[in-house]
């Protein structure tokens, strides 16, 4: 059975706000900024530049879903560019280690890590672009 109230259920709308009382924490001066979450994403491109010494800009990420019947996972196309001739050093070491590198991604097997094309343009102003291709596995 339901209770009857002889109270006007619209009162709140109409009350003077100084006179309500706020039953909540009170506003911290110096709240902490909440940090954004990390995507898959977001850890592969860290450990892609982490891997190049810092140098370098990440001009594309293309990352796609993919499973099979026994296993799950993502494919992550990164396209890399070096501009400046350390940077280009860089991109050249990234070339070398990045088959047989070790990638410490949480929940993750890199199952394959490949250097799918290169464009190197050598003159005064030195330019490597690198695409990079990493084939990821959910770690269950």
């Given at each position: 059975?339901?209770?009857?109230?002889?109270?006007?259920?619209?009162?709140h709308?109409?009350?003077?706000?100084?006179?309500?009382e706020?039953?909540?924490?009170?506003?911290?001066?110096?709240?902490?900024a909440?940090?954004?979450?990390?995507?898959?994403?977001?850890?592969?491109r860290?450990?892609?530049l982490?891997?190049?010494?810092?140098?370098?800009?990440?001009?594309s990420?293309?990352?796609?879903?993919?499973?099979?019947?026994?296993?799950?996972?993502?494919?992550?196309?990164?396209?890399?560019?070096?501009?400046?001739?350390?940077?280009?050093?860089?991109?050249?070491?990234?070339?070398?280690?990045?088959?047989?590198?070790?990638?410490?991604l949480?929940?993750?097997?890199v199952?394959?890590?490949?250097?799918?094309?290169?464009?190197?343009?050598?003159?005064?102003?030195?330019?490597l672009?690198?695409?990079?291709v990493?084939?990821?596995l959910?770690?269950?």
């Amino acid at each position: 059975m339901l209770t009857e109230s002889l109270r006007d259920p619209f009162a709140h709308i109409f009350a003077d706000f100084d006179q309500l009382e706020i039953k909540s924490a009170p506003a911290r001066a110096h709240t902490a900024a909440l940090r954004p979450r990390r995507s898959l994403a977001d850890r592969v491109r860290a450990a892609l530049l982490q891997l190049t010494g810092g140098h370098g800009t990440v001009l594309s990420h293309e990352e796609k879903a993919w499973a099979s019947i026994t296993f799950a996972g993502t494919r992550h196309e990164l396209v890399l560019e070096f501009l400046i001739p350390d940077a280009v050093a860089a991109g050249e070491a990234l070339i070398e280690r990045l088959p047989d590198h070790e990638f410490a991604l949480p929940g993750q097997l890199v199952a394959d890590a490949t250097i799918t094309k290169v464009d190197h343009r050598f003159g005064a102003m030195e330019r490597l672009e690198v695409t990079a291709v990493l084939l990821l596995l959910e770690d269950r």
